[in-house]
């Protein structure tokens, strides 16, 4: 579920991390959330450190979903 893509995606950031800290310094990854974003979740969603931005897929195509996750995003 969307929780589960959330912690998989902080595990790889602690990882990349980890490679800074060894002196690995040019790899960079943005943490996208997708298939589970919509407008109940998105507000939450955006507002984790790690997530960068998130893939909407049905939520994209009602008018007042779509314009809720756009309104979380800003």
Do not use: H, P, R
């Not at 579920?1 to 950031?13: A, E, H, K, S, W």
């Not at 450190?49 to 979903?65: E, M, P, W, Y």
């Amino acid at each position: 579920g969307t929780m589960v893509g959330y912690n998989v995606g902080v595990d790889l950031v602690d990882k990349l991390n980890k490679c800074k800290e060894i002196g690995i310094t040019s790899c960079q990854i943005n943490i996208w959330n997708g298939g589970s974003m919509n407008d109940g979740n998105a507000a939450e969603l955006l507002a984790k450190t790690n997530v960068d931005g998130g893939l909407i897929g049905g939520a994209s195509l009602v008018a007042k979903k779509f314009g809720a996750i756009v309104d979380a995003a800003q």
